[in-house]
């Protein structure tokens, strides 16, 4: 009897070993074979809700799904390498667990990860190649498209990653997603379409974007703040979509962009608040064409264009504009302009073109070129509160 009993206790202590030593620590997975599991598969198998796995330095040759609320660990985000080409690599599927320190590798036709509802974490991997970057018309040396990171209708935050040389970030479906604290290079940028309420994009590096940074064409509110643009390359952000579809209405502040053809573009059905953002050496730094537009408290200097604005009730007010060829340009509408500064402007200050009937009160026009332009055909409102130089 005594020997039965010892059986029974051996037996079950075999059984319940691979529980033991997820309760102790974390389930180690190591390519040597000295640790729990070879793959990280077989170890997502083992796990149960609250358990971490940490995988030891090496490439691993595999595609894996997380459903569970875990978290999934490497070593060293630079020696810790997921790769596996013509594949999803990582897809979290109703978890809201944290995937972190690890490198996701591919190629043109890599998905690098995929969030499908759940409100997991996603900080400190690298997504290096995954996908291709879109030029605008469509992706390099291929009309598809690999992305780096799809979210759909998930919570998801995705915070201090780094995008190398691949697909966008696309925000789809509903989510409700904080992207905060990444660094962008060479390529890869943000997509907000059919986005949740509530979206931040906050603190990101966006640098060597072939088209656009940030990207918005959805419905929806959405908080672009504290970004860095540089170089920006095409279009710093977008906001609008040429479909009809209104109400577009990001707020777009203390964000900085340089370089780009259009520091901010909104086309057609985007009405958002830019506050507060800084805008250098871009070719146009704000252009809003379409809608109405709330534009206040910008600084921007030594573009080919500050504000250019079209058709739409724009209201205006506070910025600074600096240097550069034009400072404000009103193509059409009859935007409010209250409390802006231009300066040193090489042609005109502020130009009011033939369609366009503004209303100008306690701005200032001085040191540029002409200071203020008024085409024949313009009914513009300007009283005396304006300081118009005669210089």
């Known amino acids: 009897a005594a020997t039965l009993l010892l059986l029974v206790a051996l037996a079950a202590a075999g059984a319940g070993a691979q529980r033991l030593f997820a309760a102790d620590g974390p389930i180690i997975v190591a390519q040597d074979g000295s640790g729990h599991h070879a793959t990280i598969g077989e170890a997502i198998a083992a796990a149960e809700a609250g358990d971490e796995i940490l995988v030891e330095v090496g490439t691993y040759a595999e595609s894996i799904t997380i459903d569970k609320d875990i978290t999934l660990r490497g070593e060293?985000?630079?020696?810790?390498?997921?790769?596996?080409?013509?594949?999803?690599?990582?897809?979290?599927?109703?978890?809201?667990g944290e995937v972190a320190d690890l490198?996701?590798?591919?190629?043109?036709s890599t998905q690098g990860m995929t969030v499908q509802g759940g409100a997991p974490t996603i900080t400190n991997v690298t997504f290096d190649g995954t996908g291709r970057p879109w030029n605008g018309e469509f992706c390099l040396e291929d009309e598809s498209c690999g992305v780096s990171l799809?979210?759909?209708?998930?919570?998801?935050?995705?915070?201090?990653?780094?995008f190398l040389a691949g697909g966008e970030i696309g925000v789809h479906a509903?989510?409700?997603?904080?992207?905060?604290?990444?660094v962008f290079e060479g390529g890869p940028h943000i997509?907000?379409?059919?986005?949740?309420?509530?979206?931040?994009?906050?603190?990101?590096?966006?640098?060597?974007?072939?088209?656009?940074?940030?990207?918005?064409?959805?419905?929806?509110?959405?908080?672009?703040?504290?970004?860095?643009?540089?170089?920006a390359q095409g279009v710093g952000i977008r906001v609008g979509r040429t479909t009809g579809a209104m109400g577009y209405e990001p707020t777009i502040r203390g964000n900085t962009i340089e370089g780009a053809d259009y520091g901010i573009e909104v086309t057609e059905g985007g009405e958002p608040v830019i506050e507060g953002n800084t805008f250098s050496d871009n070719s146009i730094a704000v252009s809003a064409t379409q809608a109405a537009s709330e534009i206040r408290g910008n600084t921007?200097?030594?573009?080919?264009?500050?504000?250019?604005?079209?058709?739409?009730?724009?209201?205006v007010t506070d910025n600074t504009i600096t240097g550069g060829r034009a400072g404000i340009t009103t193509t059409g509408g009859a935007a409010q302009l209250s409390g802006n500064t231009v300066e040193g402007a090489s042609n005109r200050g502020i130009a009011i073109g033939?369609?366009?009937s503004p209303v100008l009160r306690d701005n200032r026009a001085c040191g540029n070129g002409e200071n203020v332009w008024v085409a024949d055909t313009a009914k513009p409102d300007i009283d005396d509160s304006n300081e118009i130089c005669e210089d």
Not at 103 to 108: E, I
Not at 193 to 202: F, L
Request: proline share 2%; no cysteine.
């Open 191 to 231: 997509y907000l379409e059919s986005i949740g309420p509530d979206v931040v994009v906050r603190g990101n590096h966006i640098s060597g974007t072939l088209d656009r940074g940030i990207g918005m064409s959805s419905a929806g509110s959405v908080l672009i703040e504290d970004n860095l643009i540089s170089p």
């Open 150 to 162: 799809v979210l759909d209708g998930t919570d998801a935050q995705v915070i201090g990653n780094r």
């Open 76 to 96: 060293d985000r630079d020696s810790v390498v997921l790769e596996l080409t013509d594949a999803v690599l990582v897809t979290l599927a109703e978890s809201n």
């Open 174 to 182: 509903g989510s409700t997603a904080v992207i905060e604290d990444n």
């Open 354 to 356: 033939s369609d366009a």
């Open 300 to 315: 921007l200097m030594e573009s080919n264009t500050g504000l250019l604005l079209g058709a739409g009730d724009h209201v």
């Open 103 to 108: 490198k996701l590798r591919g190629d043109a």
